[in-house]
Structures are given as structure tokens and as C-alpha cells.
């Protein structure tokens, strides 16, 4: 079967997927929508058949799909009008601005029999697919605490990402990836949220967030982003009964540190700064060689995950015709969006936000 795709918004995300259902078979691009005449003539100049607006992609019975790859403030009606004309649609990221709006596409779905499907691509990354079976595999024990962040220098890209009522911020730009990982990492309920989003470079949307979790499972996990640090720090760091893992940078270098023998050595204390400590004396550990020198520890490589994010496109074809569920569930999506919607909350008050009676864990 041919699926046909119609890209609605064709800027920097409308052009990857462009270039990526491309190279797929069964998939043909019917056509883009774009409100800028610029985008607009390079799509005609690249041969695509241009919509003259939304209205006529909607009645163009060759489209199957619609990609909404336009700034976040317009995913909703762009969707509803797609649902409402019987395409199945995927929306990049954030799905949308709210949960709320999230559950009115998701209840138009299911009223119009079509697909529903957001673009969470990085839960195809390795840094996390690494972290996600570390964790499964209990290489480092039981986990106790997850940091996971994404740390940058160069502030909010100025231009719809700036606006509060486009759905700008780091929040709804970071937010939705590093959550909506940690939860699927995690198989437990939520209990509890602690946010503080940052406005240190003076934008009118936050600039960053620090954002606390507590898991019924006991894990307790640390997710933030910074638009102004320049040194970033490492993109996953997590601790378990038996040792600590880390993804230090988008490279994957990193490391597995672990105790190997259950009985510990009494440690010799160390004379650090002006004072002695024992409790904090590093083990000796040749990092650099990723090799143990003494001290009850083994240091080892982090395994390689190969993944592949053609295979987002190739589920969400096999999800429209019927033959497999969808990799992404729309319930996942709006699992995350209750959590960073209680984070803003927890900022907003100060105080710590209990989800212990209304969160659930959902498997993808
Ligand atoms: N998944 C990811 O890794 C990832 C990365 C970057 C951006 N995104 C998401 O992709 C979406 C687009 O981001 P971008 O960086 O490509 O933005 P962009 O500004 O580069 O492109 C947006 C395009 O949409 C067009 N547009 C605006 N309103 C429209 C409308 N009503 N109808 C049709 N076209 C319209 C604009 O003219 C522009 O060509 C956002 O939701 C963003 O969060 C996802």
C-alpha cells in the first residue's frame, strides 16, 4: 500500500522529514502547506506540489497523512482540521500546548478511526536506549537516582521559540523529550514534582528548568536544561546499588565505574583542600584508560545500542494500515505533558506538587 504525505510546514523539521520519507517505498509526499511564500517557491523549485492553504490539502483525497511540522501554537487546529477531513496526522513535538489539548485530538482521533502519532524521536537515541537497558539490565545494581540534562550556551533561538503564547520555552522544547524518557525508563508511578524554570537571560519564556522527580519505585531523578552554560555537564548520569554510569556528551563517551566485590575495604583517608576526609577519599581509577588501578572497582565501556529513527516512520505506516499498535501511544505524550504542566505548577508555587492520585505508569 502507498501512503501519501502531506508536510504542513516546511522549515527546518519539514525539510528532515521530507528528506527522510523520500527514501521510503511505500511512502510518496502528495504535497506541503506552508504560510511562507519563501518556503512555499523553494518546495515548487524542488519539484513538491504546493497547496495553495490547509483548506486544500484537507480536501485532497490523495493525502493520507498529515506531518505538522509548523511552530506549536497551531498543532491543534491543524490537526483537528486533518482528523476532520480523515487524515491520520503526526504532529512533531510538543504534541501540543496542554494536556488539555492533547485529550481533544486524541478524543478527535478515535472519533474519526485515524492515527494519532507524535514525533518523540529521542526516544530513539542511543545515550538513552544505553541508560534505558543499564537500568533494565541492573548492570549497576538497583537504580536509585537518574540525572538527565541537555546543558547549552547559546540561549533561546530568537524567534517563535521566544513567544509564551506560541508555546516557546525550554519547557515544551526539552521538557517533552527528557521527561517523556525518564518516564518510560522508569516503570513506576510519579509521587511527587519539584520545578524551577530559569529566566536568567531575561526572554519572556523560561530559559531552563530544574526539574525534581520522585518515582513510587523509590528512584528519584534530577531532569534539567540550560540555554546558558558553557560547560555542559554530563547528559546522564546514574547511580545505582553498585555503581554509577555516565553519557558525558552527544559523542556517547561515558563510562560504566562499579564495585566488584561486596566486601569493602576500610577506605584511607585523604588530606583534600584544608582538611582530611575519608568518606569522600576517591578510589584510584585510571579514567582516562578506563581501567581500575586498585580499590574494589571495575571500570568498563558503555555498550553501543545501534537504533535506527527510520523506524519511527516505518511503525507510524504499519500503525495507519492496521498491522501493529503505534510506538509512541498518545497516552504516554499526554502522561509527560501532566508532568511538565506540574512543574510549572510547583514553580509557579513553590512548593512540591503531588501527583501520587492521579499518575499511572504507561508503558511507551
Ligand atoms: N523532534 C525534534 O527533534 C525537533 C527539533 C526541532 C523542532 N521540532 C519541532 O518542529 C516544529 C517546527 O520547528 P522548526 O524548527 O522546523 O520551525 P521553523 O520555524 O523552522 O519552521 C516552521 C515552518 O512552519 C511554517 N508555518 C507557520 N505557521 C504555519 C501554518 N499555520 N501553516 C503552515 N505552515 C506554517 C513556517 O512558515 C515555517 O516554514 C516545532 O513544533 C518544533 O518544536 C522538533
Known sequence: MLLKVAIVGTGHMGKIHLGKLHAFK??????????????????????????????????????????????NEVHRPIALAGLAAGKHVITEKPAMLNTGEIEEVMAAAEAAGRKFIVH???????????????????????????????????????????????????????GVHLVDRLLCM??????????????????????????YLTFANGVEALVACTTDNYAPRAKFHMTGTRGTATVDDWEMHGKIVRRVADVEPDAIPIVAGKGMTKTMAPRIVDYAQLAKVQDNVEVLP????????????????????????????????????????AARRSHETNSVVDLSAIDSYLEA
Open 26 to 71: 511505500g511512502v510518496r509526499v502528495a504535497g506541503i502547506v506552508d504560510i511562507d511564500p519563501l518556503a512555499e517557491r523553494e518546495a515548487a523549485e524542488a519539484g513538491l506540489h504546493v497547496y495553495p492553504d490547509l483548506a486544500a490539502a484537507c480536501a485532497d483525497p490523495a493525502a493520507d497523512f498529515f506531518f505538522i511540522c509548523t511552530p
Open 120 to 174: 518523540q524521536n529521542r526516544r530513539w537515541d542511543e545515550d538513552y536506549l544505553v541508560m534505558k537497558a543499564l537500568y533494565e539490565d541492573k548492570t549497576l545494581g538497583d537504580v536509585t537516582f537518574i540525572e538527565t540534562r541537555v546543558d547549552g550556551s547559546r540561549g533561546i533561538p530568537g524567534d517563535w521559540r521566544r513567544d509564551p503564547n506560541r508555546g516557546g520555552g525550554m519547557v515544551l522544547d526539552w
Open 186 to 211: 522508569v516503570p513506576s508511578p510519579v509521587l511527587t514534582v519539584y520545578g524551577r524554570l530559569s529566566y536568567a537571560l531575561g526572554a519572556p519564556v523560561e530559559d531552563g528548568f530544574t526539574i
Open 302 to 341: 558503555l555498550p553501543r545500542i545501534d537504533s535506527d529513527i527510520h523506524d519511527f516512520y516505518r511503525n507510524a505506516i504499519a500503525a495507519a494500515e492496521g498491522v501493529t499498535e503505534q510506538a509512541v501511544s498518545t497516552a504516554s505524550v499526554a502522561r509527560c505533558m501532566r508532568v511538565l504542566e
